[in-house]
């Protein structure tokens, strides 16, 4: 399978392709899978970051369809990694239920990257949900003595696996109209906690528009500089 106008797209601007073998399969809750791969030479051959992340291939009725996923235990040595799905209707998760060892899978990188924090983070400030637990936990590993205060929007009453240690506040918001609880209790708490903007590092990935609200607020209202924060919209609701 071809990956359509936007393979040609990213091979124009020298992405770098591999593909990866599946080894083995964890059902961590209901909605939450693990499926551990050999890398196909990735990690040999590009460096390692905090919430690095890959877009994996999938075939939607014969047609390219792409998403973006975060490495999970990178083990360069031996060439293996994992990635969890987040699981609810769709191509993606269909495929993660179904694949068995052995499958395998193409996967592109380009547009990942994490700049280096100078001077590094007091605290951390997080907001997430089970889509980008992956790239929560990565920077928690990332930044192992430093406080960290995480909103973490839910959606079901699953155990995920958050790697979370007394050094850091974890706070759970069930999914509310439409984003907005969300939205209002990181309003309400993201200034109290972020004086000092200089030392903080606010990070954000959630459904889009939740995103781009919270991004707004943390420049226009907290006063947090481009370097001292980072946003993406993981999906859209």
Sequence with gaps: ???????????LLRAKDFTFTVTGAT??????????????GLLAELPLHPTMWVR???DNDGKPH???YTIVDPDAEN?????????HQGIASDWSRQVEPGGAIQAT???TGFEPLDPAPERLLIVGDAASLPAVNSLLDAFPGTPATIWFETASDDELPHRTTDRHDLRLIPRADGGDALVAQVRKELPELAKDTAAAYFWIATEAKSTRALTAFARKEVGFPKDRMHSMAYWRG
């Design 56 to 58: 994996l291939w999938f």
């Design 109 to 111: 990188v380009y547009g």
């Design 1 to 11: 399978m071809g990956h359509g106008w936007e393979g040609a797209v990213l091979k």
């Design 79 to 87: 060439g293996t990694f994992a990635i969890e799905f987040a699981l």
């Design 66 to 68: 792409q998403r973006g």
């Design 27 to 40: 059902q961590i809750t209901e909605h939450y899978r693990r499926l551990t791969f050999t890398d196909g």
